[in-house]
């Protein structure tokens, strides 16, 4: 099915500890982005590539890099883990900008202990 | 800056019940709008968006909402909802922010409709 692929859906890591967060589309979508969803804080945009070969800051882009690898491929990592990374991620892709609504990945629900 | 306000955090409702959802943005030019389900456990999903034209828009699942632009609102409405309406509600508006385009999103409303 068409759609925004994330992996893994669920991970628990030590503080300290890096890992990457995965995310494929396969809609022929320029653009990808990146959020984290809090409790009471609504969605925040980490980071997002409006094309192939860009990237940039979102809101809260500390504690985070990305790498647009490709069209299909958008990959979020954090180097060192901290607590307050808590959070449930979602990726999300569109085809031009913001102009359009966004298609989302099923989240990835991430425990910083 | 340009925000989005969604003023019921919390709404309980019963089953055919109709809803409204509120939705007011703080931006002056041209917008568009659109509000996303989070069904519990799952992703957000579009449910309907405004760009131009008749304001008011037609989404999926019965849903609709009425872009009336001298009160900045986008409000969301359901003439009876379902217990499968039970989800989370976020209203989003893309407006420009400094030189560039940015989609901001309101804090959600949590629906719970009881059978």
């Known amino acids: 099915n068409a759609g925004v692929t994330q992996t893994p859906k669920f991970q628990v890591l030590k503080t300290g500890q890096s890992m990457t967060l995965q995310c494929a589309q396969d809609?022929?979508?320029?653009?990808m982005y990146w959020y984290r969803q809090d409790p009471g804080m609504g969605l925040r945009l980490i980071y997002y590539?409006?094309?192939?070969?860009?990237?940039d800051k979102g809101e809260v882009p500390n504690g985070y890099n990305v790498s647009r690898l490709n069209k299909r491929e958008f990959s979020l990592r954090l180097e060192s883990a901290a607590p307050s990374q808590t959070s449930v991620y979602f990726c999300?892709?569109?085809?031009?900008?913001?102009?359009?609504?966004?298609?989302f990945g099923s989240g990835t629900r991430l425990t910083v202990v | 800056a340009q925000s989005v306000s969604q003023h019921n955090h919390h709404v309980i409702l019963s089953e055919a019940a109709s809803l409204e959802l509120g939705c007011n943005y703080s931006?002056?030019?041209?917008?568009?709008l659109f509000w996303y389900v989070q069904y519990p456990g799952q992703h957000l999903q579009l449910l309907l968006k405004?760009?131009?034209?008749d304001p008011l828009v037609k989404g999926i699942k019965g849903f609709e909402a009425e872009f009336i632009k001298s009160k900045f609102s986008f409000n969301l409405r359901k003439p009876s909802v379902q217990w499968s309406d039970t989800a989370e509600y976020f209203c989003?508006?893309?407006?420009?922010?400094?030189?560039?385009?940015?989609?901001?999103w309101g804090l959600g409303t949590s629906l719970a409709v009881n059978p």
């Open positions: 999300a892709s569109n085809l031009a900008g913001q102009l359009y609504g966004y298609t």
């Open positions: 809609m022929n979508h320029n653009s």
């Open positions: 590539s409006a094309s192939e070969g860009t990237t």
């Open positions: 931006y002056g030019g041209t917008v568009n």
């Open positions: 405004y760009f131009s034209g």
């Open positions: 989003a508006v893309n407006a420009w922010a400094g030189n560039n385009r940015k989609l901001i």
